[in-house]
């Protein structure tokens, strides 16, 4: 049966520790470059110096991003093999045995899901940790991460849970390819499009 | 940068449809090559780049073994489409070429299955074009793309056949010459349209700008500066009023569009910027 | 392909009609191309992840000096482990939360399966420092160890031998105290005190409250209602499991959270809602500036300073100094003429004079607050001074012995002071002498003629100097401790130490320098136990799962075999093997903090891992006092809380050990004449990608949290440095080269060099990987003795391409 599954991510309490990213590449064996779950660092604001005192308005936080689980997924529509594809349960995966490594699928999606594997050839993404899911467990990065801002669950169970939003900055407006994912903003959470905006931490991403 | 084979690929399909296209117009038109030796090098030149232009498509693959997959997703990806057509008219022009090797030569039948190669070449190109038309790339995001890569179609395909046309075809050759000249200044003005145009993008768009205006400079200005150049070598005979007839002018005048088209596409591809993270 | 399949036969869904349609089509071009199978096979290992283990154990994460002590379950097949996941356990409350592993533990199986583990032990061949080695048999080094102690020992005598600082390894039977214990039973070695991480604070504290055990159980900081973390980074240094968690179950409950840090650090950007950059070293003016506010607006509790505190005005100095200046004086300037007011404060830490009125103002009104002090500010030249001015705010404000409030200083968690982190025995040491943990290269260079003015305690004067340095676990000597350079001249002199044993997993800069270089197994290879990092009320096992690799050996393993040569067998060992210890570990935690732990033959059958006391009720520091101050009096002079301390005084230092917290302008400083070649201060703050220096050679975490120098834009744009640009940092200690990131998350003026890179000298000496000891300075604290090493000034440029 086909869920619509999704992310809830809690950008407020995040602390930028990478362990949900780290704890993914360990459970899927990935290379260096290839992230399924990825953390970006945002920043804007300035500083200003008046006498002897600095007065800042800088504004920080960062989201953990992995794979959106698009309800219009843009990747499964270029796709040329059709190895981007929905499976049984819903979930928007790659089949390994068709992938000719095109990348398109990466030119598509704003959300950098995709992630070409130098050593096999072929795209791979985030598959939602699809075996645990089967045995009703988590997938690895919401268990691990130590702050507990991260869950993972049906979507219409997970608005009811918790409000949130699915676009800000740095992410694309959600229209393009409906994301399923619920993002509770911080503070400092600057807008889709924020041209002050920065991700500070592009190298790593 | 993987994008090279791409480079090649794009560009060589683009000559042999665009010299395909060409070349059946004239031949339908003017009757052009009423000699059919013409056609017995042209033919198999376009076929070797048509084919040497699939090959090289594979090689920006991670995974070409895989490639028989290629045309599953006809239904919605526009690269399903492309790979599919460019097949079709590699296939037609294929057996088009052997078909005029056949001691009867060029029959009046064989004018229906050039017209059809040609629409497929057509269809092709489109497709090639469109898959790049994706809202996560603003650079590639607007109907300029589709108009520069059916430029490149025609004037690099039509400087190549004109290397083709017998000489005794003067006021031919004037056509040729003066579509190939209209056609280059608008490549001109479609490019710096299109550079325009992303000035007034989003965050993406500028850092596409970027990309061209600034750390690729050289190519960017050396190409207009090219193309300018050779449209004042089109020029200069017409105002001597002797037309070009030469077979070495016409090569250096390919040769220059093709370092200009090349450079273009070099440029394409490196100002890639997408959105969203 | 060979390998068991859990679920359906083919993944993803793949329809089998499909999939036969295709792979008979693929098949004969496939044919031709042959190297199918090898592709599809690397596919399927890389797609199909999920692995059927042989066994899932629990055990508790390598125990590093990280701060964590959490808990792994690792998957193991055909005796490798696979995979790493973290604390499962249901219920994930406060009381007894889960112990998860962060990004260090998560990505060990790097370090763990790391081709550069040192497998044999190595002899020196080159010169000392060139890192030049030849393979030789355990016999052959061991004997050449023996062989030198006791040569050194008999020419120099047992205060010649060192064992010095190191926390590489961190558990019982791996890891310094295993060294200790061996020489202790030769006659001793030259013992230190204090340490790199807590020299000034846990030095400082006890002058102001008699005791380090100063903080409350942390389950109780979600009755806090302001937090005032200064200086302070759980989030990323993980200063304790869970502290970031409770802290944010404390915001949850409505806490405010204040960061004070030259850098918005990662636990400023998820807790705080405040961010207060300032400018490092001038802390003690912030605090004056914010008490000068209290006192004037009489926003001070005035009881309680009356009844549980001296020294505060002139009405309660102790007997002795009744005409010393007291605090009030100093911040009112009644002395020295110079009222610490926020303008004054503003001039010299930048922040703008009406936030620090307003700091003042919420930190003295919200209660109950919590001062919280981290390791970062009295890692400096004056931290002493620093940790003092802590505690008295704490005080003033009356936050102490109470629920939500925080004595602040050391905050050993009550009311037993927490963890005893190692029971490993080492025994008496019968050398008496004692120096500071920082002071070991003048002990090399002048130890016959250390004294107490050079912190040595146990005995007047040194007898020798250092001649043998035998090391286990510790990257101290050459990587961590100040100066790079100037240790490595020392360490190269071989006249001076004369020989140098260090037991480590990988080359090291420190290990290059040995003349001898044993491998030591991790702890995934041998048995473990602990109960804690400063904060710690569960036990956590840490079985044996894996066997050892090459020749390598445990830590304790190896001081055995040293003791063997020595003759001290028996005495070392007691008959136990590393198992019997573990028990006997145990048998001690049942003893004294956890007498319901089941015992080892249980507890591994169990595969918990982890015995936890859930904590319902966190205890308090100082309640007991706070109830009745003379029946329970501090163990200081007055028996009160010493906001002036008479001992300090006495000193008769008042420049830089002063009786109140005073603000001390630092030996380099953006104010000093240094500040016109060398502009920038230099920070080096605990790395979410490494441990210190462990870790440093983990490719998960380097591509995570490369070695970056953090530069603020303004300051980037000046010098026309741009993000990822080469960047060379330099003071006339040693220059660095190393890419740097350009943020807006920290105060200009000063630049971030993560500490803990390996250094790394090219063939011009300069360092490419970006070590901040290049830069730190040798120069110690004036009360504890203590590393100053964020105490740095230097200056920045862009690098020419190199």
């Given at each position: 049966?086909?869920?619509?599954?999704?992310?809830?991510?809690?950008?407020?309490?995040?602390?930028?520790?990478?362990?949900?990213?780290?704890?993914?590449?360990?459970?899927?064996?990935?290379?260096?470059?290839?992230?399924?779950?990825?953390?970006?660092?945002?920043?804007?604001?300035?500083?200003?110096?008046?006498?002897?005192?600095?007065?800042?308005?800088?504004?920080?936080?960062?989201l953990?991003?992995?794979?959106?689980?698009?309800e219009?997924?843009?990747?499964?529509?270029?796709?040329p093999?059709?190895?981007?594809?929905?499976?049984?349960?819903?979930?928007?995966?790659?089949?390994?045995?068709?992938?000719?490594?095109?990348?398109?699928?990466?030119?598509?999606?704003?959300?950098?899901a995709?992630?070409?594997?130098?050593?096999?050839?072929?795209?791979?993404?985030?598959?939602?940790?699809?075996?645990?899911?089967?045995?009703?467990?988590?997938?690895?990065?919401?268990?691990?991460?130590?702050?507990?801002?991260?869950?993972?669950?049906?979507?219409?169970?997970?608005?009811?849970?918790?409000?949130?939003?699915?676009e800000?900055?740095?992410?694309?407006?959600?229209?393009?390819?409906?994301?399923?994912?619920?993002?509770k903003?911080?503070?400092?959470?600057?807008?889709?499009?924020?041209?002050?905006?920065?991700?500070?931490?592009?190298?790593?991403? | 940068?993987?994008?090279?084979?791409?480079?090649?690929?794009?560009?060589?399909?683009?000559?042999?449809?665009?010299?395909?296209?060409?070349?059946?117009?004239?031949?339908?038109?003017?009757?052009?090559?009423?000699?059919?030796?013409?056609?017995?090098?042209?033919?198999?030149?376009?076929?070797?780049?048509?084919?040497?232009?699939?090959?090289?498509?594979?090689?920006?693959?991670?995974?070409?073994?895989?490639?028989?997959?290629?045309?599953?997703?006809?239904?919605?990806?526009?690269?399903?489409?492309?790979?599919?057509?460019?097949?079709?008219?590699?296939?037609?022009?294929?057996?088009?070429?052997?078909?005029?090797?056949?001691?009867?030569?060029?029959?009046?039948?064989?004018?229906?299955?050039?017209?059809a190669?040609?629409?497929?070449?057509?269809?092709?190109?489109?497709?090639m074009?469109k898959?790049?038309?994706?809202?996560?790339?603003?650079?590639?995001?607007?109907?300029?793309?589709?108009?520069?890569?059916?430029?490149?179609?025609?004037?690099?395909?039509?400087?190549?056949?004109?290397?083709?046309?017998?000489?005794?075809?003067?006021?031919?050759?004037?056509?040729?010459?003066?579509?190939?000249?209209?056609?280059?200044?608008?490549?001109?003005?479609?490019?710096v349209?299109?550079?325009?145009?992303?000035?007034?993008?989003?965050?993406?768009?500028?850092?596409?700008?970027?990309?061209?205006?600034?750390?690729?400079?050289?190519?960017?200005?050396?190409?207009?500066?090219?193309?300018?150049?050779?449209?004042?070598?089109?020029?200069?005979?017409?105002?001597?009023?002797?037309?070009?007839?030469?077979?070495?002018?016409?090569?250096?005048?390919?040769?220059?569009?093709?370092?200009?088209?090349?450079?273009?596409?070099?440029?394409?591809?490196?100002?890639?910027?997408?959105?969203?993270? | 392909?060979?390998?068991q399949?859990?679920?359906?036969?083919?993944?993803?869904?793949?329809?089998?009609?499909?999939?036969?349609?295709?792979?008979?089509?693929?098949?004969?071009?496939?044919?031709?191309?042959?190297?199918?199978?090898?592709?599809?096979?690397l596919?399927?290992?890389?797609?199909?992840?999920?692995?059927?283990?042989?066994?899932?154990?629990?055990?508790?994460?390598?125990?590093?000096?990280?701060?964590?002590?959490?808990?792994?379950?690792?998957?193991?097949?055909?005796?490798?482990?696979?995979?790493?996941?973290?604390?499962d356990?249901?219920?994930?409350?406060?009381?007894?939360?889960?112990?998860?592993?962060?990004?260090?533990?998560?990505?060990?199986l790097?370090?763990?399966?790391?081709?550069?583990?040192?497998m044999?032990?190595?002899?020196?061949?080159?010169?000392?420092?060139?890192?030049?080695?030849?393979?030789?048999?355990?016999?052959?080094?061991?004997?050449?160890?023996?062989?030198?102690?006791?040569?050194?020992?008999?020419?120099?005598?047992?205060?010649?031998?060192?064992?010095?600082y190191?926390?590489?390894?961190?558990?019982?039977?791996?890891?310094?105290?295993?060294?200790?214990?061996?020489?202790?039973?030769?006659?001793g070695s030259?013992?230190?005190?204090?340490?790199?991480?807590?020299?000034a604070?846990?030095?400082?504290?006890?002058?102001?409250?008699?005791?380090?055990?100063?903080?409350?159980?942390?389950?109780?900081?979600?009755?806090?209602?302001?937090?005032?973390?200064?200086?302070?980074?759980?989030?990323?240094?993980?200063?304790?499991?869970?502290?970031?968690?409770?802290?944010?179950?404390?915001?949850?409950?409505?806490?405010?959270?204040?960061?004070?840090?030259?850098?918005?650090?990662?636990?400023?950007?998820?807790?705080?809602?405040?961010?207060?950059?300032?400018?490092?070293g001038?802390?003690?003016?912030?605090?004056?500036?914010?008490?000068y506010?209290?006192?004037?607006?009489?926003?001070?509790?005035?009881?309680?300073?009356?009844?549980?505190?001296?020294?505060?005005?002139?009405?309660?100095?102790?007997e002795?100094?009744?005409?010393?200046?007291?605090?009030?004086?100093?911040?009112?300037?009644?002395?020295?003429?110079?009222?610490?007011?926020?303008?004054?404060?503003?001039?010299?830490?930048?922040?703008?004079?009406?936030?620090?009125?307003?700091?003042?103002?919420?930190?003295?009104?919200?209660?109950p607050?919590?001062?919280?002090?981290?390791?970062?500010?009295?890692?400096?030249?004056?931290?002493?001074?620093?940790?003092?001015?802590?505690?008295?705010?704490?005080?003033?404000?009356?936050?102490?012995?109470?629920p939500?409030?925080?004595?602040?200083?050391?905050?050993?968690?009550?009311?037993?002071?927490?963890?005893?982190?190692?029971?490993?025995p080492?025994?008496?040491?019968?050398?008496?002498?004692?120096?500071?943990?920082?002071?070991?290269?003048?002990?090399?260079?002048?130890?016959?003629e250390?004294?107490?003015?050079?912190?040595?305690?146990?005995?007047?004067?040194?007898?020798?100097?250092?001649?043998?340095?035998?090391?286990?676990?510790?990257?101290?000597?050459?990587?961590?401790?100040?100066?790079?350079?100037?240790?490595?001249?020392?360490?190269?002199?071989?006249?001076?130490?004369?020989?140098?044993?260090?037991?480590?997993?990988?080359?090291?800069?420190?290990?290059?320098?040995?003349?001898?270089?044993?491998?030591?197994?991790?702890?995934?290879?041998?048995?473990?136990?602990?109960d804690?990092?400063?904060?710690?009320?569960?036990?956590?096992?840490?079985?044996?799962?894996?066997?050892?690799?090459?020749?390598?050996?445990?830590?304790?393993?190896?001081?055995?075999?040293?003791?063997?040569?020595?003759?001290?067998?028996?005495?070392?060992?007691?008959?136990?093997?590393?198992?019997?210890?573990?028990?006997?570990?145990?048998?001690?935690?049942?003893?004294?903090?956890?007498?319901?732990?089941?015992?080892?033959?249980?507890?591994?059958?169990?595969?918990k891992?982890?015995?936890?006391?859930?904590?319902?009720?966190?205890?308090?520091?100082?309640?007991?006092?706070?109830?009745?101050?003379?029946?329970?009096?501090?163990?200081?002079?007055?028996?009160?809380?010493?906001?002036?301390?008479?001992?300090?005084?006495?000193?008769?230092?008042?420049?830089?050990?002063?009786?109140?917290?005073?603000?001390?302008?630092?030996?380099e400083?953006?104010?000093?004449?240094?500040?016109?070649?060398?502009?920038?201060?230099v920070?080096?703050?605990?790395?979410?990608?490494?441990?210190h220096?462990?870790?440093?050679?983990?490719?998960?975490?380097?591509?995570?949290?490369?070695?970056?120098?953090?530069?603020?834009?303004?300051?980037?744009?000046?010098?026309?440095?741009?993000?990822?640009?080469?960047?060379?940092?330099?003071?006339?200690?040693?220059?660095?080269?190393?890419?740097?990131?350009?943020?807006?998350?920290?105060?200009?003026?000063?630049?971030?060099?993560?500490?803990?890179?390996?250094?790394?000298?090219?063939?011009?000496?300069?360092?490419?990987?970006?070590?901040?000891?290049?830069?730190?300075?040798?120069?110690?604290?004036?009360?504890?003795?203590?590393?100053?090493?964020?105490?740095?000034?230097?200056?920045i440029?862009?690098?020419?391409?190199?």
């Open positions: 049966m086909k869920k619509q599954y999704a992310f809830y991510i809690d950008t407020s309490r995040c602390s930028g520790c990478k362990t949900c990213q780290v704890a993914c590449k360990d459970k899927n064996n990935l290379d260096i470059g290839v992230l399924w779950r990825r953390v970006y660092e945002i920043e804007s604001g300035g500083w200003t110096k008046r006498g002897g005192a600095w007065f800042n308005g800088m504004k920080s936080y960062h953990s991003l992995s794979f959106n689980h698009c219009n997924p843009v990747c499964a529509e270029v796709c093999t059709g190895a981007m594809h929905k499976t049984k349960i819903g979930i928007v995966t790659v089949d390994a045995r068709k992938c000719i490594g095109c990348k398109y699928c990466e030119w598509a999606c704003p959300y950098g995709p992630q070409y594997d130098e050593g096999t050839g072929v795209m791979t993404k985030c598959d939602l940790c699809e075996d645990y899911l089967q045995d009703g467990k988590n997938p690895s990065c919401v268990d691990a991460c130590p702050m507990r801002v991260i869950d993972f669950g049906e979507l219409q169970v997970l608005r009811k849970k918790y409000s949130g939003q699915d800000l900055y740095p992410l694309p407006e959600a229209h393009h390819t409906r994301p399923a994912i619920l993002i903003p911080h503070k400092h959470v600057m807008k889709t499009g924020d041209t002050l905006a920065r991700i500070i931490n592009e190298e790593e991403v | 940068m993987h994008e090279w084979s791409l480079i090649v690929f794009t560009i060589l399909t683009q000559i042999a449809v665009g010299a395909f296209v060409v070349a059946t117009i004239a031949q339908l038109a003017k009757g052009i090559f009423h000699g059919e030796k013409v056609l017995h090098t042209l033919y198999p030149l376009l076929l070797l780049v048509a084919v040497a232009a699939l090959t090289t498509s594979f090689l920006h693959l991670g995974s070409p073994l895989n490639a028989w997959y290629a045309m599953n997703n006809f239904g919605s990806s526009w690269l399903s489409r492309e790979i599919l057509f460019v097949s079709l008219f590699t296939g037609g022009l294929a057996l088009l070429t052997v078909l005029t090797f056949r001691p009867a030569g060029w029959r009046r039948s064989y004018k229906l299955l050039a017209i190669i040609s629409l497929l070449g057509v269809v092709a190109i489109f497709s074009a898959i790049y038309m994706l809202p996560t790339v603003p650079v590639w995001n607007s109907t300029f793309t589709l108009v520069q890569f059916f430029f490149t179609t025609i004037i690099l395909g039509g400087a190549l056949t004109a290397i083709f046309i017998p000489a005794v075809n003067k006021t031919e050759k004037a056509i040729f010459v003066n579509l190939l000249l209209v056609l280059v200044l608008a490549s001109i003005m479609v490019w349209g299109n550079t325009l145009l992303l000035a007034e993008g989003g965050l993406s768009a500028t850092k596409s700008l970027q990309v061209l205006v600034a750390e690729n400079s050289v190519l960017f200005y050396g190409r207009i500066v090219l193309l300018a150049f050779v449209v004042m070598v089109i020029l200069l005979p017409w105002f001597r009023r002797k037309m070009p007839e030469t077979i070495s002018f016409f090569t250096m005048l390919f040769v220059m569009l093709l370092i200009a088209e090349v450079a273009g596409r070099y440029l394409f591809y490196a100002s890639y910027v997408r959105t969203g993270v | 392909m060979g390998k399949v859990e679920k359906e036969d083919i993944p993803f869904g793949l329809n089998r009609r499909d999939f036969i349609k295709w792979s008979s089509a693929l098949g004969l071009t496939v044919g031709a191309f042959g190297t199918m199978p090898e592709v599809m096979s596919v399927d290992k890389k797609t199909r992840p999920y692995v059927l283990a042989d066994k899932v154990i629990r055990a508790g994460c390598p125990a590093h000096n990280c701060g964590g002590r959490c808990l792994l379950k690792l998957y193991v097949k055909d005796e490798k482990i696979v995979r790493i996941e973290t604390d356990r249901p219920g994930d409350t406060m009381a007894n939360p889960q112990l998860r592993a962060c990004i260090r533990g998560r990505s060990y790097r370090r763990q399966y790391h081709p550069d583990r040192l044999h032990p190595l002899i020196r061949t080159g010169k000392r420092g060139e890192g030049k080695f030849r393979r030789a048999t355990w016999e052959e080094a061991l004997d050449k160890v023996a062989s030198e102690i006791q040569r050194i020992k008999k020419k120099h005598g047992n205060q010649a031998l060192y064992v010095p190191g926390t590489g390894s961190y558990n019982q039977l791996n890891g310094r105290q295993t060294a200790a214990r061996l020489f202790n039973l030769i006659g030259l013992g230190y005190y204090n340490s790199y991480s807590w020299a604070i846990s030095q400082a504290t006890p002058y102001v409250f008699g005791t380090n055990v100063t903080g409350n159980q942390r389950q109780d900081w979600v009755n806090a209602k302001y937090i005032l973390m200064w200086s302070w980074n759980p989030s990323e240094m993980r200063d304790g499991t869970n502290s970031e968690f409770f802290l944010k179950k404390a915001k949850e409950n409505g806490a405010k959270i204040v960061c004070i840090d030259p850098r918005m650090s990662l636990s400023a950007v998820s807790l705080a809602d405040e961010w207060i950059p300032v400018r490092p001038t802390d003690v003016a912030l605090m004056s500036a914010m008490a506010v209290m006192i004037s607006e009489e926003l001070y509790d005035k009881d309680f300073v009356a009844k549980y505190c001296v020294g505060f005005d002139q009405s309660q100095m102790p002795g100094a009744e005409e010393a200046e007291s605090y009030r004086e100093y911040i009112l300037g009644t002395s020295d003429g110079l009222p610490k007011t926020p303008a004054w404060a503003e001039n010299i830490t930048t922040i703008p004079q009406a936030t620090i009125t307003r700091l003042a103002r919420e930190y003295a009104t919200t209660k607050a919590m001062l919280y002090q981290g390791y970062g500010m009295q890692r400096r030249a004056y931290g002493e001074t620093a940790v003092i001015g802590g505690c008295v705010l704490a005080a003033m404000t009356g936050n102490i012995g109470i939500g409030g925080c004595a602040s200083g050391m905050a050993l968690q009550a009311d037993d002071g927490g963890p005893f982190w190692n029971v490993f080492t025994g008496e040491n019968p050398v008496k002498a004692r120096i500071p943990s920082f002071l070991w290269t003048e002990a090399v260079l002048r130890g016959n250390m004294t107490a003015a050079d912190g040595v305690e146990g005995v007047e004067k040194l007898d020798s100097d250092i001649k043998l340095i035998y090391g286990v676990a510790t990257n101290a000597l050459i990587n961590q401790h100040a100066n790079v350079n100037r240790t490595a001249k020392i360490l190269s002199d071989e006249s001076k130490v004369e020989f140098m044993v260090i037991h480590d997993q990988f080359m090291t800069p420190t290990a290059r320098f040995a003349d001898v270089v044993l491998p030591a197994c991790t702890q995934l290879e041998m048995w473990g136990l602990e804690g990092w400063k904060y710690g009320d569960e036990v956590i096992l840490m079985p044996k799962i894996l066997e050892k690799p090459g020749e390598t050996k445990s830590d304790y393993q190896i001081c055995a075999e040293v003791a063997e040569r020595l003759g001290v067998k028996e005495a070392y060992t007691e008959g136990r093997s590393e198992k019997e210890w573990i028990a006997w570990a145990l048998e001690v935690y049942r003893n004294t903090r956890f007498p319901e732990v089941p015992d080892l033959k249980r507890f591994e059958r169990s595969n891992g982890v015995y936890a006391i859930p904590i319902t009720n966190p205890k308090i520091a100082f309640d007991d006092f706070r109830k009745d101050p003379v029946k329970n009096k501090l163990k200081t002079p007055s028996g009160k809380i010493e906001i002036f301390s008479k001992r300090l005084y006495d000193m008769g230092n008042p420049d830089f050990i002063p009786p109140v917290p005073k603000y001390i302008e630092e030996w400083s953006p104010f000093g004449e240094e500040a016109g070649k060398y502009p920038f201060q920070i080096g703050h605990h790395y979410m990608g490494r441990v220096s462990t870790h440093e050679n983990n490719d998960y975490l380097n591509e995570a949290f490369p070695q970056r120098v953090f530069i603020n834009k303004l300051d980037a744009r000046r010098k026309g440095i741009k993000s990822g640009d080469k960047v060379k940092i330099y003071n006339a200690r040693g220059t660095i080269i190393v890419p740097c990131r350009v943020t807006g998350k920290i105060l200009p003026g000063v630049v971030n060099l993560p500490q803990g890179s390996w250094w790394t000298p090219d063939k011009d000496g300069i360092d490419r990987r970006g070590n901040v000891n290049v830069l730190t300075s040798e120069k110690w604290t004036p009360l504890a003795f203590g590393n100053a090493q964020h105490t740095i000034m230097a200056n440029e862009k690098a020419e391409k190199t």
